[in-house]
């Protein structure tokens, strides 16, 4: 049995930034699920930067999104 639920949609997008401010270069480069006990997360990464930094946000929806815009 496994301890991270990924038949559902991921919690969390993960982007590899380099930069900052106005600047900053935000490349997606993965997503994330809590684990069922809540105590951690499961990656699941397209990419692994050598340079910059991981950040990871909470999914948005597209509907959000386009609110936000």
């Known amino acids: 049995m496994t301890d991270t639920n990924t038949s559902n949609r ?30 951690g997360f499961t990656l699941n990464l397209n990419a692994l930067p050598l340079n910059g930094r991981v950040v990871m946000r909470v999914a948005e929806s597209k ?7």
């Open 63 to 69: 509907d959000e999104r386009k609110g936000r815009a």
């Open 10 to 39: 991921p919690a969390y997008r993960l982007y590899s930034v380099t930069g900052d401010g106005d600047n900053a270069r935000w490349t997606d480069i993965g997503v994330a699920w809590k684990t069922r006990d809540g105590k």
